[in-house]
């Protein structure tokens, strides 16, 4: 099987970047069904817990403004879960079979992916603040702490996007790619996304507070509501930088295994 063909020199390297990237943005796009339901279920379930369960529950705090970090990383779950899908479609639709005939970098296919990915969750991030906002939200962030809430959730996204191309690639079709990335879309409710962990049994508060996605959420909820941090911020800093190089990793050697065996 003939490999795809490789341009020198880091000109090339960002046109064939900056094309592919491209054409995943019209993808998107052009799927407006699943960019929709990407925002629109987040926002169904947050909308579910403040005001069908919020009043039940005690965090401490108003609700809403516990409920939302959760809301923006299950949000990020949908965005990653579509990568998966459309990795998965290009390798199974010919579409790598076609790259091969070109000039252009490997790496360059799930890289437009992976940022397509970011541009999307940074569409539908956007959205979920501002409806957050509109149901009475009311963070009291710096400049500072909105900046480094959105660093972390930034290299959140980038590293569920690669750990979902790599699932892509792997994946056997479109359906599977799916099915694989449920993890994804499953874990943050196992996580102190909608409820405090030590209402949970002893089983489930050790998964809970055992899981990247917890000690993420945890920060951003400190950093945009003002609630204690402690050592929980280097946490989810070493798990996302982690999932980012291991994903990453992964990605790449799987779709080099698939397009070069």
């Known amino acids: 099987m003939s490999t795809i063909a490789v341009h020198g020199g880091v000109r090339n390297a960002v046109s064939d970047s ?28 947050m909308s579910l817990f403040v005001y069908v369960f919020g009043g039940a529950i005690d965090t401490g705090t108003r609700y809403i403004n516990y409920v939302v ?20 479609d290009d390798m199974t639709s010919g579409m790598i079979d076609r790259l091969r005939s070109l000039p252009i970098r490997s790496s360059a296919v799930l890289t437009g992916h992976v940022v397509a990915s970011v541009v999307r969750n940074l569409l539908s991030t956007t959205v979920v603040i501002g409806a957050a906002v509109a149901m009475g939200f009311r963070p009291d962030a710096t400049v500072t702490d909105w900046a480094m809430a959105a660093g972390l959730l930034l290299l959140y996204v980038l590293a569920l996007s690669w750990l979902a191309a790599g699932l ?25 996304a909608f409820v405090p962990t030590d209402t949970m ?10 899981q990247p996605i917890t000690p993420v959420i945890e920060t951003v909820r400190g ?8 050592d929980t911020g280097w946490i989810a800093l070493a798990w996302c930088v982690g999932l980012l190089a291991g994903s990453f990793i992964f990605a790449a050697w799987l779709f080099r295994r698939r397009t070069h065996g």
């Open 18 to 45: 900056m094309t592919m990237i491209g054409r995943s943005i019209r993808l998107s796009r052009r799927n407006a069904e699943t960019l929709v339901m990407s925002i629109v279920l987040p926002l169904l379930m």
């Open 223 to 230: 950093l945009l509501t003002g609630t204690p941090i402690g």
């Open 69 to 88: 970090p959760g809301t923006l990383l299950l949000c990020v779950g949908y965005g990653a879960a579509s990568t998966a899908m459309s990795v998965a």
């Open 168 to 192: 892509g690639v792997i994946a056997k079709s479109v359906e599977s790619a799916s099915t694989l990335s449920f993890l994804m879309l499953f874990l943050p409710y196992l996580s102190s």
């Open 201 to 210: 049994p002893s089983f489930l508060r050790a998964v809970s507070e055992n």
